[in-house]
């Protein structure tokens, strides 16, 4: 495995993390929200958000086993009391997290294709860095889009679910990440397979976008 290629990815997960959870801050601040403000974390200061496992450790691994990347960083702070409309708020603050990282990928993809670095064009190094920025981000906006607190499809998911079901899902936030390393362990291969389905029905919408 070529070291320098491990740093690109290294650089292209913390970035995208970065960018992540500051997409929750931010639209956090414009509902009403000065949490993440007042705690520093509207800051591309990657310090701020890291977190030594889920930002570095796991991403690296997976891409060493040639699994599908994905990851996350530490939670931005939300007081949900503080939102425009409460529980669509908070909804509307967890998806701006995963829709960062769908236009990351599909930014870097239009200029990739429009340009042939991503097949090539301009050497193997672009190529290999195009190809990851698309591919890292999609698997960061898959992963956290899984409907398990406290990943953000859970929280999308609260604003449209019953009551009965919003009180199962507060219940089990605090074991929540680890129910998805346990599903992740059990059924790896599954998850594994979910992911590259996923990743590559987003490609294809992709593709099929610029009429290829």
């Known amino acids: 495995m070529n070291f320098l290629y ?78 425009k409309w409460q529980e669509w708020g908070m909804a509307l603050v967890a998806i701006a997290g995963p829709l960062t990282n769908f236009f990351l990928a599909f930014i870097f993809f239009l200029v990739g294709h429009f340009t042939g670095l991503l097949y090539g064009g301009g050497g193997e190094l672009p190529e290999f860095i195009f190809g ?6 999609l698997g960061f ?28 899902l507060l219940s089990i936030e605090q074991y929540g990440f680890i129910i998805v390393y346990a599903l992740i362990f059990l059924f790896g291969e599954v998850f594994s397979s979910l992911m590259i389905s996923a990743t590559q029905g987003i490609l294809d919408f992709f593709y099929l976008i610029v009429g290829k």
């Open 6 to 83: 491990i740093i690109i990815v290294l650089i292209i997960v913390v970035l995208s993390v970065v960018l992540h959870e500051l997409s929750h801050g931010i639209v956090a601040y414009w509902l009403g929200d000065n949490t993440a403000k007042d705690a520093g974390r509207l800051s591309f200061n990657p310090l701020k958000h890291i977190d030594p496992y889920m930002s570095i450790l796991v991403p690296v691994v997976l891409f060493i086993l040639r699994a599908p990347v994905f990851g996350g960083a530490k939670p931005v702070p939300i007081n949900r009391y503080n939102l």
């Open 132 to 137: 990851e920025i698309i591919f890292i981000n």
């Open 141 to 168: 906006m898959i992963f956290n889009l899984i409907p398990i607190p406290p990943l953000d499809g859970s929280r999308v998911l609260y604003a449209i679910a019953p009551d009965g079901f919003r009180n199962l």
